[in-house]
T-cell receptor, first 118, second 113 residues
């Protein structure tokens, strides 16, 4: 079956513009995660969705960042008034369910969207 | 809180030589530990994981890693490198049963013919 897909694969924008990044999780995966990878750094957790609710938004770096999810399907990460420090690869992952006692649910990652803010 | 340190941002090995990627972690509770691989233009793929039980875990493509609690390490090894092993490798840690992964900065492996 299809894996996690993300679009666009590359996005170049001017400082101050808004951008939307899209993630299509694996069908049937109820949990969805967004991460950011800045150059030379590890992945940073941004937000977690269970279904269409986001119980953990703790990683969003500022109020310019927001995300939504339609049911247990597509998610959109929106960055308003982009800044140069927002340049990074944004990765989406999905898993069957969030962690439960005694189990680990593997996160499957998409290829990412490379965002460049000029 | 959990954190991960990967020693060496770039590693170059000869084809057929040992691959050793180092990962040290800090965690306030017994951790779950992971190694992911990322090939160019692809998403991260889980290589192997340690949750509980045997401390030597085997993954895909001939890789293995050993959890050493006393050293807070989870180094990744492969006895004989292949050209197809050229990729970026990430070590990650989480609390047991937690969804939130903390990643290291990654190590890029190049394989020389």
């Amino acid at each position: 079956g299809a894996g996690v897909s993300q679009s666009p694969s590359n996005k170049v924008t001017e400082k101050g513009k808004d951008v939307e990044l899209r993630c299509d999780p694996i069908s049937g995966h109820t949990a969805l995660y967004w991460y950011r990878q800045r150059l030379g750094q590890g992945l940073e957790f941004l937000i977690y969705f269970q279904g269409n609710s986001a119980p953990d938004k703790s990683g969003l770096p500022s109020d310019r960042f927001s995300a939504e999810r339609t049911g247990e399907s597509v998610s959109t990460l929106t960055i308003q008034r982009t800044q140069q420090e927002d340049s990074a690869v944004y990765l989406c992952a999905s898993s069957l369910v969030r962690g439960r006692a005694g189990a680990y649910n593997e996160q499957f990652f998409g290829p990412g969207t490379r965002l460049t803010v000029l | 809180a959990q954190s991960v340190t990967q020693l060496g941002s770039h590693v170059s090995v000869s084809e057929g030589a040992l691959v050793l990627l180092r990962c040290n972690y800090s965690s306030s509770v017994p951790p779950y530990l992971f190694w992911y691989v990322q090939y160019p233009n692809q998403g991260l793929q889980l290589l192997l994981k340690y949750t509980t039980g045997a401390t030597l875990v085997k993954g895909i493509n001939g890789f293995e890693a050993e959890f050493k609690k006393s050293e807070t390490s989870f180094h990744l090894t492969k006895p004989s490198a292949h050209m197809s092993d050229a990729a970026e490798y990430f070590c990650a840690v989480s609390r047991p049963n937690d969804y939130k992964l903390s990643f290291g900065a990654g190590t890029t492996v190049t394989v020389r013919a």
